[in-house]
């Protein structure tokens, strides 16, 4: 299995699972079982060597993930639509809890194959462009829920949910220079997420190609 070895700031990964993933009927989309495993343990597997801690971000009773270990981070703006509380959470605890790190990735838990090196190919965009945030892509398509946060940044995205009410990702990435990182989607879309019961069926196709390579 290939290890990613390039040096980079310590990193908190956070698990978005905010979502109510009305496409597939509601309920927790990382609890689907694909390839005889959650979606959120393969995610887990995928960041923890990447990640220098992991926590998880849902909202309501935190016990059902209990079995996973992690700190679960409800969205300190209750209510706000999006994934965006839950990023801004994410960077609320870390500053609270992981005073030295400076850096927050964030990854939906819906993405059961993200790449192994995803931290450190965004980091090395941000530093190399002296962007202040990074956002992974696969294809054409691009993925602004998957990218690495400034710590630094909380209390203007704080402002903008708050105040501005600014709920699409798109608007809060086009404030700062942006560094995005492209990843190839043969013969697996790193990216592939789990929207509808139909998409469970090419999950476990895809679940087939991830654990043979
Ligand atoms: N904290 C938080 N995260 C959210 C919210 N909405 C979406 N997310 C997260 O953002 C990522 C992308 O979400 P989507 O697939 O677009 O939305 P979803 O709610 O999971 O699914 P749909 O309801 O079918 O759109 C997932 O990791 C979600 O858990 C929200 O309101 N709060």
């Known amino acids: 299995m290939k290890v990613v070895t390039t040096e980079f700031p310590a990193t908190q990964g956070v698990l978005l699972a905010g979502g109510l993933a009305?496409?597939?009927?509601?309920?927790?989309?990382?609890?689907?079982?694909?390839?005889?495993?959650t979606i959120l343990e393969r995610v887990i597997a995928r960041l923890k060597p990447q990640c220098s801690g992991l926590i998880l971000n849902a909202n309501g009773d935190p016990a059902r993930f209990a079995a996973f270990g992690l700190p679960v981070v409800p969205d300190d703006v209750p209510g706000f639509p999006g994934p965006l509380a839950g990023i801004l959470a994410a960077l609320d605890w870390t500053a609270a809890n992981r005073r030295d790190v400076e850096w927050v990735l964030s990854a939906a838990g819906d993405c059961p194959f993200l790449p192994r090196d995803l931290v450190a190919r965004l980091h090395d965009a941000r530093a190399r462009e002296n962007a202040q945030l990074a956002v992974a892509a696969s294809g054409e398509q691009s993925h602004p829920v998957i990218g690495l946060w400034r710590v630094a940044l909380r209390d203007?995205?704080?402002?903008?949910?708050?105040?501005?009410?600014l709920r699409k990702i798109d608007r809060w990435t086009a404030r700062y220079p942006l560094a995005t990182v492209t990843w190839p989607v043969e013969p697996l879309d790193p990216f592939?997420?789990?929207?509808t019961v139909e998409d469970i069926a090419e999950a476990?196709?895809?679940?087939?190609?991830?654990?043979a390579a």
């Open 22 to 37: 009305r496409r597939m009927g509601g309920g927790d989309k990382p609890m689907r079982t694909i390839g005889g495993r």
């Open 156 to 165: 203007e995205l704080r402002h903008a949910l708050v105040v501005e009410d």
């Open 192 to 195: 592939f997420n789990a929207n």
């Open 204 to 211: 476990e196709r895809l679940a087939a190609l991830d654990d």
